[in-house]
Nanobody, 128 residues
Framework: VQLQASGGGLVQPGGSLKLSCAVS???????????IGWFRQVPGKAREWLSC??????DYADSAKGRFTVSRDNVRNILYLDMKNLKTEDTAVYHC?????????????????????WGQGTLVTVSS
């Protein structure tokens, strides 16, 4: 499995950005067989889990709820993270990663150490 995140850039506070994660070696439509998630990391800080899709369910971290939306294009095999009302504290490198499937979806957070396949991240900078 290979993943490549893209779509990062500089955005002003309150702005929006949509990240993409191109996936190969795994069919996103077959989510009974995998979990896929978004993470972010600020240099010097721990990686933060943001969201996950697995077995038809989606879950979000509290920091992402209401502002971030995960979706996927099963034809193009791309996972998206649509981010709105961005804040300066959202500045980070954003990664996508895969793991075994999770059920219930809440396990995606509690077992986030199982994410083992990581793509190269994309930098999001929120600044005026």
């Amino acid at each position: 499995v290979q993943l490549q995140a893209s779509g990062g850039g500089l955005v002003q506070p309150g702005g929006s950005l949509k990240l993409s994660c191109a996936v190969s070696g795994l069919r996103l439509e077959n989510d009974e067989y995998y979990g896929i998630g978004w993470f972010r990391q600020v240099p010097g800080k721990a990686r933060e889990w943001l969201s996950c899709i697995s077995r038809g369910s989606v879950d979000y971290a509290d920091s992402a709820k209401g502002r971030f939306t995960v979706s996927r294009d099963n034809v193009r095999n791309i996972l998206y993270l649509d981010m709105k009302n961005l804040k300066t504290e959202d500045t980070a490198v954003y990664h996508c990663a895969t793991a075994p499937p999770f059920a219930p979806i809440s396990l995606c957070f509690h077992q986030r150490g199982l994410f083992g396949r990581w793509g190269q991240g994309t930098l999001v900078t929120v600044s005026s």
